[in-house]
């Protein structure tokens, strides 16, 4: 049975700090750059809503989140977790990611999965580790199905997005079994990326 604890976790220049209080700054400058939160499919904070942000993610049960921290620099960079933690069947889901404007379509989305799927499939034991994201969010649909997940369907009537519109969630998973071939080919992604 997994156990998910916090956790400092570093790689290929990206550090993934446990989430807190401290961080509040540096994640609404993140927000700021690109105006993230007028996103209607993401979970952005907006500026003067950082500190509520940080506070209900430490709340939730079954999340544990993280700040994206640039390693040399110390700059935050965004967010990510692992939640709906399932310990009993070895379940963990990634997700509640964003970051900043600047460094979308960069080296850091691949480095971050693969900081993250590494701990939970290699350390943690997951058997699955799963990813959903909005139906009308395709730029992350498209990130999420450049790493190799398998799409596994569509919820209907799902969730609330901050408009109060109601969306559909596209679910992916990988398995344990799928996990050595995704972390061969994202190494090679990193490989052949140049990083900013």
């Keep these: ?3 998910v604890a916090p956790v400092t976790l570093e790689f290929n220049g990206v550090r993934l ?3 807190a209080p401290h961080h509040a700054d540096g994640l609404r400058a993140a927000a700021s750059d690109g105006e993230l939160w007028q996103l209607r499919v993401t979970t952005v904070p907006e500026p003067y809503n950082v500190e509520h942000y940080i506070g209900a993610a430490l709340e939730m049960r079954n999340r544990q989140p993280f ?3 640039d390693a040399a620099s110390g700059t935050v960079l965004g967010s990510t977790s692992y939640h709906d933690i ?16 600047r460094v979308q379509r960069s080296h850091l989305n691949t ?9 939970a499939f290699d350390t943690l034991g997951c058997g699955v580790v799963g990813l959903r994201t909005d139906c009308e ?7 999420i199905e450049r790493l190799g997940a398998h799409k596994d369907g569509v919820i209907r ?6 408009d109060g519109t109601i969306r559909d969630t596209v679910m992916y998973s990988i398995l344990r079994a799928e996990w050595p071939a ?3 080919h994202l190494h090679e992604r990193l490989a052949s990326h140049a990083r900013p």
């Design 157 to 162: 009537h799902h969730g609330a997005r901050r």
């Design 17 to 19: 700090e446990p989430l």
């Design 111 to 119: 480095s971050c999965k693969l900081i993250l799927l590494s701990h």
């Design 182 to 184: 995704i972390k061969s």
């Design 67 to 69: 700040a994206v921290i």
């Design 86 to 101: 399932v310990p009993e069947i070895d379940r963990v889901e990634i997700g509640y990611t964003w970051y900043a404007k």
């Design 1 to 3: 049975m997994i156990r």
């Design 137 to 143: 969010n395709f730029a992350s649909q498209a990130a």
